[in-house]
């Protein structure tokens, strides 16, 4: 054990001085304000746009372009492109969101620590969760991303028909989990994990909503546990750790109540942009479009916002498109929002299937 253990404390920092040799050379990802300036990616074409333009003999476009700021991109950089040969074989798979957690409202769009009791309940009265966070807040949207982490690792095991995908208990690497969802590999992501794994486990959910044909009847944690296996032997980061998943989320895995979600899904800057593509991918499924009040889609997101704010949030969404395959619209008449598939093709076909249905009624 103590060599398979070497090894991978070996391996992991081979792997991480080699991608921080590579950040090392690239812009600091946040800015001294706390904006994310843009990639190098974007640098690069910005930089071709103003040569290009300054070769011109019109004066009056270089003084333009020279006075012209960079726009701030819609979405985070995507910060692990370049990977060895390893990390592509490990990460090439599909990202998973579990289906229960996809439907409630159970985490927090909130910025700061979030400490209300949350209830939420469907209309038709089947569904219901109560969520109750620790001291230290409620669990919050981006702190999902170690779920959709591990339920995608675990889905893949079951799809390989591994055995020890049927236990509750995964091991897993950081340094990997922060490349899969697209966070920067410096010191401080291995304290906010440490954080957002306290609010996971100490985030108390009661509910009657099934997973796997089980109903979970009393109130238990995001996660059961976790817990550091492996730590660096030069400081106090964590290098591999474990984490009990709850029952109530295991049994959604274990049914493959799972769904593929966009690797983009990582690049969204807002909790609200997360959870807004989490239910558009939920409720849209095969079809091309999806409509919803604003006041049920506020529900449904678990928005603390006045309606009158909630609408101005969505609206700025809707103006960025930033949520992958889909796009949504406002309908002002009937205050709904409509979600519909980008893909031109599947929402033609669709629609033209649905009229001449109604034509055959007719």
Known sequence: MKSLNDAMNRLHLSRQAKVEKQLAEQHQLFGADGSVPLSNSELAATN????????????????????????????????????????????????????????????????????????????????????????????????????????????????????????????????????STNKPTGGKEYQRLEATFERLRGTSIKTDIKTGGQRVKQGFGIIDSWSVIEKSPDDERMIAVEVTLSKWLFNAVQAHE????????????????????????????????????????????????????????????????????????????KDQVIFYVKNAKKLADVLNSKNNAKKTMA
């Not at 819609?74 to 579990?98: G, N, Q, S, T, V």
């Not at 079809?287 to 006041?295: N, R, T, V």
């Open 48 to 179: 071709a746009s103003v040569s290009a333009v300054q070769n011109l003999e019109d004066t009056s476009h270089k003084v333009a372009v020279r006075n012209t700021k960079r726009e701030r991109s819609k979405l985070l950089p995507a910060r692990h492109i370049e990977r060895d040969f390893f990390l592509c074989d490990m990460f090439d798979y599909a990202m998973k969101d579990d289906g229960a957690s996809m439907e409630a409202p159970i985490f927090t769009l909130a910025t700061q620590p979030d400490l209300s009791v949350w209830h939420w309940e469907s209309k038709d009265g089947n569904r219901s969760v109560t969520v109750t966070p620790s001291v230290q807040g409620r669990a919050t949207q981006f702190d999902k991303d170690v779920l959709i982490f591990v339920v995608s690792q675990m889905t893949e095991a079951l799809n390989c028909e591994r055995q020890d995908a049927k236990n509750r208990t995964v091991r897993f690497v950081v340094y990997d989990y922060l490349v």
């Open 258 to 333: 799972v769904l593929t979600i966009h690797r983009d899904y990582f690049r969204l800057r807002k909790p609200l942009e997360r959870r807004l593509y989490e239910l558009a991918r939920k409720h849209c499924g095969q079809q091309a479009l999806w409509m919803i009040g604003l006041e049920l889609l506020r529900e449904k997101c678990g928005a603390h916002s006045h309606i009158r704010a909630f609408r101005s949030q969505v609206l700025e969404i809707i103006d960025a498109d930033t949520l992958p395959e889909y796009r949504m619209s406002y309908d002002r008449d």
